[in-house]
């Protein structure tokens, strides 16, 4: 079992950056042991997929639409996972999830993922 907090939305200007931290405690499972991702939800829109991270943090996958301007990254000592936003767009704005998976292999599909934040605002002004 895990708990997921996001924090670190708010609203930007287009061009600006924002750093989202989840912080997690886990019982039963260290939090080494989760891949986590980051996704997103924009009104009337599914969500979807923004961003993963392996176990240690070797592997990173994005989706296109942010690749080159997100980074997703991972302390385990601190059993935080990060996503760094640069260059924010209008279209990033959306509510941000943060995920967790019971095992160490990443996924980029939200039905892969086992437990859920409660969801962090970020909104991108024109």
């Known amino acids: 079992q895990v708990q997921l907090v996001e924090s670190g939305g708010g609203l930007v200007q287009a061009g600006g950056s924002l750093r989202l931290s989840c912080a997690a405690s886990?019982?039963?499972?260290?939090?080494?042991?989760?891949?986590m991702g980051w996704f997103r939800q924009a009104p009337g829109k599914e969500r979807e997929f923004v961003a993963a991270?392996?176990?240690?943090?070797?592997?990173?996958y994005y989706a296109d639409s942010v690749k080159g301007r997100f980074t997703i990254s991972r302390d385990n000592a601190k059993s935080t996972v990060y996503l760094q936003m640069n260059s924010l767009k209008p279209e990033d704005t959306a509510v941000y999830y943060c995920?967790?998976?019971?095992?160490?292999?990443?996924?980029?599909?939200?039905?892969?993922?086992?437990?859920w934040g409660q969801g962090t605002q970020v909104t991108v002004s024109s």
């Open positions: 886990a019982s039963g499972r260290t939090f080494s042991g989760y891949a």
């Open positions: 991270i392996g176990w240690s943090g070797g592997s990173t």
């Open positions: 995920a967790a998976r019971s095992a160490i292999v990443v996924r980029t599909y939200a039905s892969d993922y086992h437990y």
